[in-house]
């Protein structure tokens, strides 16, 4: 009878010494894999290399300590994020360098996991789960979290994207990482040295290298094939997805106004904020003028943008005429962005008001979720003692409590203030409440001509596609523009100028399978990617076997 293979957890003393060049390939790798990250997301967006970067993140993980593991995930996540969010620069360098040093903390966490799942069978499912998991994290944690450059915001249009009208955003976020994961596992097979027995699929049999001749190992040509063809697969499959068909009949022509602003970052209104407010009114009368002329149609609705007016028009007679002129003008309601302080005068909204030309000042969306360090300070009595710049902000911004759905004209649109188009509860809300078109309303005016403005569109083509809703975003300097519900692009602005539209634009009622399902698909990959981490933990504490028949599988 033959012997029973003995498979210990430690490497021999030979492994030890072979793998110890394979140190400096990690950080390596998982800069290469962070920098194919920042590639793949506008404004260069190249989405066909997040898979790779992925994969490479995993590569330089896979078989570390988890200790090392963290130390090449906080890395690679530098790598991604110090180009990704350089568009924070405007605020301050030390801002921008804060924010990534934070946000990379939850790359180490991952790394340090996928290092623990990849010892397990199955381990692309648990790694993607994973990706999943610090994204979630990322999304609520600290201030509310900064859920900015996930993997799903760098699918704007590609064949990942359909995934998001399944499971939203965080199952576009799970298939990119699983072809990456599924293309680090095919490496892993290939780099494998010719000794000991093949593993279970996703299993690493223990150290970190071990000692034999250099190239595949006996029989694993056809399973790394078959991993290839398995990372193929998942994009592949995204055309599968079943698209909601169109409604025939239902179209809002919806105008759109870019005034542009006088100044640069932080100082982007000037010395006289009044000139934002004009320019918005101005380019309003040109489009009424426009239209009486025959050469543009007449829009039902017209939108400006977040913060088109800085004076608050409940209390400024003079802002509140200007508006007035305007709606009166085009003839039809207006979204007017505007900041708005309250009664007290301690506080203030950032409000989306519904303007008719008749009544004037109507229904209002206040935005719900708060930019942090932009529309408040958090720990702001503590943190004005050291940095004066948190005076910048002014009065403190308060969050609304009402989905921003409301009523103009022929439809209800759903109001997505900014910030807001990056958070899944957010838009997922005001959809269900009865919103379509979704409205977003944005001032970039700090970031303009970075990376931010390309990044947020594209994560209104994901909201498009994941609720079946057209998108029109008006921005005070760009990028104005319309998604239709495929993720289309159907028109843009440029930065920095003045632009005006009329579009139309579909309206759709039905709801998407992830508009029904919200937050169970990311619940469900949260949990298993967490049973993973538990299970391999708990097999690394577990006591060793003495031997086990064909080899462990950890």
Not at 135 to 155: D, I, N
Not at 262 to 267: A, K, L, N, S
Not at 295 to 312: A, G, H, K, L, Q
Request: hydrophobic share 50%; proline share 9%; with cysteine.
């Amino acid at each position: 009878m033959a012997q029973p293979t003995v498979q210990h957890d430690d490497p021999p003393a030979p492994a030890v010494a072979a793998a110890a060049p394979r140190h400096a390939h990690r950080p390596a790798a998982a800069v290469a894999g962070g920098l194919l990250l920042y590639l793949s997301f506008p404004p260069i967006d190249f989405w066909f290399l997040a898979p790779a970067g992925v994969a490479l993140l995993t590569f330089a993980a896979r078989g570390a300590t988890a200790r090392r593991a963290a130390w090449v995930g906080y890395l690679g996540g530098a790598a991604f994020l110090l180009p990704a969010l350089a568009w924070v620069r405007p605020i301050g360098y030390d801002a921008w360098l804060i924010l990534v040093a934070v946000e990379c903390l939850f790359f180490a966490a991952a790394s340090a996991g996928t290092a623990l799942v990849t010892r397990l069978r199955w381990s692309p499912l648990w790694v993607a789960a994973l990706w999943v998991a610090q994204e979630w994290a990322r999304g609520r944690f600290p201030v509310g979290g900064f859920p900015w450059v996930r993997l799903a915001f760098s699918q704007g249009e590609s064949p990942f994207t359909p995934y998001a009208a399944l499971g939203g955003a965080p199952l576009v976020t799970f298939a990119v990482a699983l072809c990456g994961a599924l293309l680090a596992l095919a490496a892993a097979r290939l780099a494998r040295p010719r000794t000991g027995a093949p593993d279970a699929l996703g299993a690493d049999p223990g150290s970190e290298a071990a000692p034999g001749r250099p190239g595949p190992a006996p029989g694993v040509l056809r399973p790394a094939a078959l991993l290839l063809a398995g990372a193929l697969a998942v994009p592949l499959l995204g055309f599968a997805v079943p698209r909601p068909g169109a409604e025939a009949g239902r179209v809002v022509r919806v105008g759109v106004v870019q005034g542009d602003v006088p100044g640069e970052g932080m100082g982007f209104l000037g010395d006289q904020p009044a000139v934002v407010l004009g320019n918005h009114a101005r380019v309003t009368h040109e489009m009424a003028q426009e239209v009486r002329a025959g050469r543009m149609p007449r829009p039902d609705i017209v939108v400006w943008p977040e913060n088109s007016t800085d004076i608050d028009p409940y209390r400024s007679a003079e802002a509140r005429q200007t508006i007035d002129a305007a709606v009166r003008d085009i003839g039809v309601p207006v979204l007017v962005g505007a900041v708005v302080v309250t009664p007290d005068g301690e506080h203030r909204h950032t409000r989306g008001i519904v303007w008719d030309p008749a009544t004037g000042p109507g229904a209002y969306y206040d935005k719900r979720k708060l930019v942090p360090f932009g529309e408040y300070v958090p720990f702001k009595e503590i943190l004005e003692k050291f940095i004066s710049r948190v005076q910048l902000v002014g009065l403190q911004s308060l969050a609304g409590d009402r989905v921003g759905a409301l009523p103009m004209g022929p439809v209800t649109v759903g109001a997505v203030e900014c910030y807001e188009v990056a958070f899944d509860d957010m838009v997922r809300s005001t959809v269900q409440a009865g919103g379509t078109p979704l409205v977003v309303q944005t001032n970039n005016a700090t970031y303009a001509l970075t990376g931010l403005p390309p990044q947020q569109l594209a994560m209104s083509q994901l909201r498009a596609v994941e609720h079946d809703r057209a998108v029109v975003t008006a921005a005070t300097t760009g990028i104005s523009a319309f998604v239709d519900p495929s993720g289309e692009i159907r028109w843009r602005s440029a930065e920095k100028v003045t632009a005006k539209a009329v579009l139309d634009v579909p309206v759709r009622t039905g709801e998407t399978l992830a508009t029904r399902l919200g937050p169970l698909p990311e619940w469900a990959l949260l949990l298993a990617g967490a049973a993973a981490v538990a299970v391999a933990l708990a097999r690394r504490r577990a006591p060793r076997p003495k031997d086990t028949i064909g080899g462990e599988d950890r």
